[in-house]
């Protein structure tokens, strides 16, 4: 069938127009989200399987699957257990019994099989008791002499993932009808770039391909086609961001900025004033900012957030930072009362734990504990809070910069949410788990970009090892030697409370553990389910020295700032992600004192051992992003269904790296030449549907 290169939409034809598919089969279909033909064509094969080679049974293998064609001999129901049908099978002229292989199905009986016929059959061969060679529920096709071509052997067979009461024969069968033999509508939606094949040919390839390129060239068509579309979303948004132009304040003279500067302790690094420059030039132009900072576990991100805050209130606006947890939220406000309150910035918490003074907008109603003393003239304000933020109860009167740490945390829509507070603010959003190239050109797609790829003087190294849970014991000496020097440390479990589902320890049965052990030691006790007020008294007696080993799970896994801690011990550390163990590890080594960082657990996978051995080997935060990429994928690492990235049936960011480049600029290019894309309405079709809607639409309005 020659292809349909027209650029109207694709049509959602029924499933009762494939023949086949009756009411049981349709509803069977459903369970697997199979509701139209064009479902069909893009539920892709999991894998396929090479069925061409023929090999006569002489030159099987033990446990090998290989194709066989020969001639059946004998066909004899089962007469045992759930044997259904046993067939001999052997060339057309039996030389030998050597030649011969038996075949066996149970629980079912295979239909049209019968003495006499020829037949192709696939599956792995091993010997019986006997010394035979016989294959167990293999696949089988028969052939007849006006056979055209045939769906499960003598070709690259696809293997679907199946929903009960469904075979693989049967979807196969069903699938070959729908992409070979039944008519259907891929029109090209968009001009496809010279050299890619046509999608009808492609949709046809990806499930019943005729040879290995074959299958590789229709990979690559449909895979573009997902880059492309979504690359056009971000382009588009992009677009839409630059041309919106606010009306920006007066920019006074940056005294703040300035006495801030000469008031720092410690010099600036090179790449936090590059950044710095970057976010001015931002400011200083019409459109509003929207950058990605990107800086590994202590490089110093919060001092550029501070400058950008800084640069807002100079401007007569208010600033607000978005944190992800309570306790961070709570450990900003604390950290930017001791950097800023002295220019006579007021600092205010907003979270779901604070009420709203009656007639204050701006202010949550725990303010005391961080703002006891407020200015009597205060040169602006800068709001913290977390998700509250985003809620009707927080208004902001000349909101100029939302500030989003730990942006992996939030979704693309969050973010989006928060920055209609104010009119059109400037937006930095910032990271400490570094960002692989595709997720960053995908998610993050439409922010400009800064990287802090510098480490400020003076930072000690971490030594990390894996220990296993029979070496605790020599922790624990190592442990109360180091208190006994003075220093402190962290001791991280995965859970609060212990659990019969999990096989892992848990933090209050440990802290009751732990008070046997180190008697000497004064211990503190630190998770989620604590309410604020008793987290902030624990953690004010950690920074103290009054409490020497922190016992906790991941809550402090960003923001919490001890120089004096230099150990830290993370028991079922397999049971932790690479970016999560990168983040509490960065926990320490933030003060004057070598540190030193224990993981023990004991994987039960290749994959976590490789985790451990990564967080051996480096402390580059950068490495560590691409390996967890590599090893978990996009979902797990970011949640990319809550960030705004749509499910990718056929392209892969971890492989498909080449391919996003080219739809990138193929992308880009096309907006910038037709920024509404009126002449392509497949193409817009697209755009709006299936999961990209949600990032599009609201991005865009």
């Known amino acids: 069938m020659p292809a349909d290169t027209s650029t109207g939409p694709e049509s959602p034809t029924p499933l009762a127009s494939i023949l086949g598919v009756g009411p049981r089969y349709a509803e069977l279909l459903g369970n697997l989200g199979l509701f139209t033909h064009d479902d069909l064509l893009h539920f892709v094969p999991r894998r396929h399987e090479d069925r061409r080679h023929l090999k006569p049974v002489s030159e099987a293998q033990e ?30 002229t039996l030389e030998s019994s050597q030649d011969l292989i038996i075949a066996r199905w149970y629980g079912f009986r295979p239909y049209g099989i019968k003495e006499g016929s020829e037949v192709f059959l696939y599956g792995k061969v091993n010997r019986d008791k006997k010394g035979r060679w016989t294959m167990k529920q293999p696949d ?38 729908a992409t070979q033999r039944t008519p259907f509508r891929a029109p090209e ?56 132009h606010r009306r920006r304040a007066t920019v006074k003279s940056g005294d703040l900025t300035r006495r801030w500067n000469e008031a720092l302790p410690f010099p600036l690094t090179n790449a936090q004033k590059r950044v710095m420059a970057e976010i001015d030039r931002d400011l200083a132009l019409g459109p509003p900012m929207h950058r990605l900072l990107q800086g590994d576990v202590g ?47 007021t600092v205010d918490l907003y979270t779901g734990n604070t009420k709203r003074k009656k007639g ?19 040169a602006g304000s800068v709001v913290v809070g977390t998700h509250a933020l985003l809620h009707d109860g927080y208004a902001a009167e000349q909101l100029g910069l939302i500030v989003i740490d730990e942006q992996h ?16 603010p400037d937006i930095l959003v910032m990271t400490a788990t570094p960002i692989p190239r595709t997720l960053g050109m995908t998610i993050y797609g439409d922010l400009d970009v800064s990287v802090l790829d510098e480490m400020p003087p003076g930072r000690q190294p971490i030594v990390t090892k894996r220990r296993s849970v029979k070496e605790l014991d020599k922790f624990w000496t190592f442990l109360a030697g180091k208190i006994g020097e003075g220093r402190q440390a962290y001791v991280i479990y995965p859970l609060v409370e212990e659990s019969e589902k999990v096989d892992a320890k848990s933090v209050k049965a440990e802290f009751e ?48 700032d001890v120089p004096n801690a230099t150990v830290m011990l993370i028991e079922n550390a397999e049971r932790f992600g690479l970016a999560q163990l990168h983040q509490l590890r960065g926990r320490i080594g933030r003060g004057e004192h070598p540190s030193d960082c224990v993981l023990v657990g004991e994987p039960r996978s290749l994959e976590g051992w490789q985790r451990l051995k990564i967080m051996e080997e480096t402390t580059d935060g950068f490495r560590i992003a691409e390996e967890d990429f590599m090893i978990r994928g996009p979902g797990n690492m970011f949640g990319t269904e809550q960030s705004g990235l749509p499910p990718l049936r056929f392209a892969s960011l971890q492989t498909d790296l080449e391919l996003l480049n080219q739809a990138r600029a193929d992308a880009e290019r096309l907006v910038r030449d037709d920024p509404s894309l009126a002449r392509w309405p497949g193409l817009l079709e697209k755009m709006n549907s299936g999961g990209v809607s949600a990032v599009s639409l609201v991005a865009v309005s």
């Open 140 to 177: 089988y096709e028969i052939i007849h002499h006006d056979s055209e071509s045939f769906i499960h052997i003598d070709r690259i067979a696809p293997i679907y993932n199946l929903t009960e009461g469904l075979s693989q024969r049967v979807l196969r069968r069903i699938m070959f009808e």
């Open 409 to 424: 945390k939030f979704g693309v829509l969050q973010r989006l949410a928060l920055s209609r507070k104010g009119q059109n």
């Open 513 to 560: 553990r732990l008070k046997e052990r180190l008697p000497q030691a004064k211990l503190g006790l630190l998770h989620g389910q604590l309410d604020g007020d008793e987290k902030e008294r624990v953690m004010t007696a950690f920074r103290a020295g009054e409490i020497e080993v922190l016992l906790a799970t991941s809550v402090v896994e960003v923001g919490v």
């Open 299 to 345: 490089a110093g991100k919060t001092f550029v957030a501070i400058h950008a805050m800084l640069k807002a209130v100079e401007a007569g606006e208010q600033a607000a930072l978005m944190a992800p947890t309570q306790i961070l939220a709570e450990q900003h406000a604390i950290s930017l009362r001791r950097w800023i309150e002295p220019l006579g910035i």
């Open 63 to 92: 446990d090998q699957a290989v194709t066989l064609r020969g001639k059946i001999h004998a066909a004899k129901p089962g007469h045992w257990g759930a044997l259904k049908l046993e067939i001999t099978v052997g060339p057309a």
């Open 189 to 244: 939606f968009y001009p496809a770039p010279p050299g890619l094949m046509p999608r009808q040919e492609a949709f046809r390839a990806i499930h019943f391909p005729n040879s290995w390129e074959e299958e590789g060239r229709a990979h690559k068509r449909l895979a573009y086609d997902e880059f492309f579309v979504l690359q056009c979303v971000v382009a588009q948004r992009k677009a839409t961001r630059v041309r919106v």
């Open 360 to 378: 204050d907008r701006l202010r949550g109603g725990e303010l005391d504990l961080f703002n006891p003393k407020p200015a009597a003239k205060p």
